[in-house]
């Protein structure tokens, strides 16, 4: 029985009756969930709710970005849920982020980790370098993840292609959180910057994130006890 399973599923259902199948099948000792932007528009906060209340690590990904006063209130309401992480872009800055972690640990769950997007899974080179140019994802990266610690966040949305690097200048507590999980042979999907859950464990990885692959899967049970027996 693990207590702190490693593997987040992210859930990116477009009915709650397609992720209740999945959830009803599933155990708190053996994953995490994540709900992201597509089912906390569809199914609000009782959704939420519920699968706290069902004794699941929640990680509420809502990637927060917008003015400091802003984001610290809606950090501070997504913390009141009763999740167990929420997320912000590292991009939004410095005074956004202190201000994030400060209406979290004044609210009634002070405890609620807050983590900071960096460069998105999404991106190649040659996307960042439309948003931002002359630095890699890499740099790019590490340079948002020393922000973040900055703030006193406890760590990152990030690849698991980063994680090495990172790994040499944060401590094993500050959180590595990567999707673009991609086990050899499943579908890469829009994900650019991907790895296999083994391989990203051993390079330092905290928690891996994972949809598709496993949602998507002709029998996501058994791709999810197959991806934890392979990083036991
Ligand atoms: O913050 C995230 O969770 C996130 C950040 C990122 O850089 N890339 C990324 O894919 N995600 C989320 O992680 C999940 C990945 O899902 P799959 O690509 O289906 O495994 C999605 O729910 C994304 O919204």
């Excluded at 859930?11 to 708190?28: G, N, S, V, Y």
């Excluded at 970005?65 to 410095?94: F, Y």
């Excluded at 020393?146 to 006193?152: D, K, P």
């Amino acid at each position: 029985m693990n207590q702190d399973p490693k593997v987040i599923i992210a859930l990116d259902f477009d009915t709650k009756d397609a992720a209740m199948r999945l959830i009803e099948q599933l155990d708190p000792a053996e994953c995490k969930l994540k709900v992201g932007k597509e089912m906390f528009t569809l199914f609000g906060p009782e959704f939420v709710k519920a699968l706290v209340a069902k004794g699941f690590d929640v990680f509420l990904d809502l990637k927060f970005h917008d003015i400091p006063n802003t984001v610290a209130k809606a950090c501070k309401a997504a913390a009141e849920l009763g999740v167990w992480m929420v997320n912000v872009h590292a991009s939004g800055g410095l005074e956004m982020m202190q201000k994030a972690k400060q209406a979290i640990a004044q609210s009634v769950n002070p405890g609620t980790k807050l983590i900071a997007v960096t460069v998105l899974t999404s991106m190649n080179a040659e996307q960042l370098a439309q948003v931002v140019t002359g630095v890699s994802p890499a740099e790019q990266v590490t340079k948002l993840a020393a922000l973040t610690q900055q703030a006193g966040l406890d760590g990152v949305v990030c690849s698991a292609q980063e994680a090495k690097l990172l790994r040499k200048h944060f401590s094993p507590e500050f959180l590595l959180v990567t999707p673009g999980i991609r086990p050899a042979g499943t579908e890469q999907g829009d994900q650019k910057r991907v790895m296999t859950p083994e391989m990203a464990m051993q390079d330092g990885v905290s928690y891996l994130v994972m949809g598709r692959p496993i949602t998507q899967a002709d029998d996501p049970l058994a791709t999810l006890k197959q991806v934890n027996k392979s990083i036991a």
